[in-house]
């Protein structure tokens, strides 16, 4: 009896174990169990098994698996999100008017035959819309609120559902609906320039980000405008620096934004010590500077945190990521791992009136 | 962070039932609903989206450029919906000169 019962308890041991590493993993990894869902149900419609139950639940939980993955991955790099995630909520023929009326909600119609994933691209890309950066799209232009959404959109789909991207581009980047198309597609193509040197997310958004929290009470105003197409130049000016060129232009200061680009990255500098960096953010920087940007190669991770605390009495370190960016050394463009440090501004402006900025007091 | 974004769906199987609970059905399938970004007659075909806006019931055609339209559109109620923190006038106050030749690359 011993032995055989000795062997029951380690199987509800064991079996025990596994159960609560399977919990753990659902628990930690919802968004994964979605993507699982999404599977099952798809193979339940291929065949036709409770067909339009399974692919509602398929559409579902491979909407809310991929856009969710994402959110959590990047969820550092993605400052102008406003939500943690999204749920897709079906309706039908029990929802009242007036009760449509007062949810003030899109609703997008699902097809029961969907060779391009057509539903999963609308469905991300009014998620995207409406919940990305949605306080600095009141001030920038259409056509730059609209080619920040196609390019979000488009990262979305390259890392979660790439067989779509070409599909999306096509029908989405080059509608022809109006004369503004021609500038989104300008807007994009920097934006991929921007993003392939690691600063879209890092450095663009996170701007945008700050700009939607910063300015208050007005609507689109054509400095604001101006002041973003001149952002994206620099962006783009500084992703296509050549490494070693310091004749381009590292600091961005203007009405809104007010940030520098610090490259850590001189090896005869940054083995000898930090201070070179730490001096040149604490007196060579104008006063008004509201965000410093540190960003190094990888392996100048350490030195790079060690600025940061040496700095922590004058900016507070909002985020720091590790990004894949490409480098270019003279004609050859070479991929590396990068490190970028966000520092902002203790004395940073709320906002800017017509009568100049008004700070932040600690 | 806020709470997760909500989208809704609507199945094929279930868009009749749907639009005729909104009572908009007869308005479709008699060629008087257009979309509300392109003035497109709206049909059982080709429609994708339905909204709701100032008490009226708003269609939206299979054009992508008029999903970035109600994407635009809806983005920019979003944004009004924000409380206002502050009345921060934001005239123009003439160009504010980039600083240059700062070489922050040391």
Known sequence: MAPAFSHVIAFLLGSGITFAVVVIAILTNPEKVEKWFALLWKALVHIRLGLRFAHKRYVQHDFQGSVNEFIKKHAKELPGFQVKGVKLDWVDAEVKRQAFIEADRVVVRVKRDDPHHETFVKAVYLFVSTSLLYRAKRYISPPQGRAIDLFVTTEIFKEQKPEVVDHFLEEYLHPHLDDASEKVAQYFEKFDVISKAGLFFPVFLQEMDYLGQKVFGSRQSQVIVTEVKALIDFLQSLAMRKVGDERVDLNFVQQYCRFAVVIVGKPAKIIQSTSPYVNFVRGGLERNMETVYLIGRLENEKPIKKICGELSDMYDLVSQKRVSKVLVYGDEKRKIEGFVAVLRSRNRALYVSAEGPLSVSH | ?106
């Open chain 2, 1 to 106: 962070m806020a709470a997760k974004s909500i989208i809704s769906a609507v199945h094929d199987d279930d868009l009749v039932g749907f639009l005729d609970s909104l009572g908009v059905l007869s308005e479709v399938n008699s060629g008087e609903a257009r979309c509300k970004f392109c003035h497109e007659v709206i049909s059982l075909d080709n429609l994708v989206a339905v909204f709701p806006e100032s008490g009226d019931i708003k269609f939206v055609c299979d054009r992508p450029g008029c999903l970035a339209l109600l994407a635009q559109h809806r983005s920019e109620l979003r944004g009004l919906d924000q409380p206002q923190q502050g009345e921060g006038d934001v005239k123009p106050r003439g160009e504010v000169a980039r600083a240059k030749g700062h070489g922050t690359c040391i």
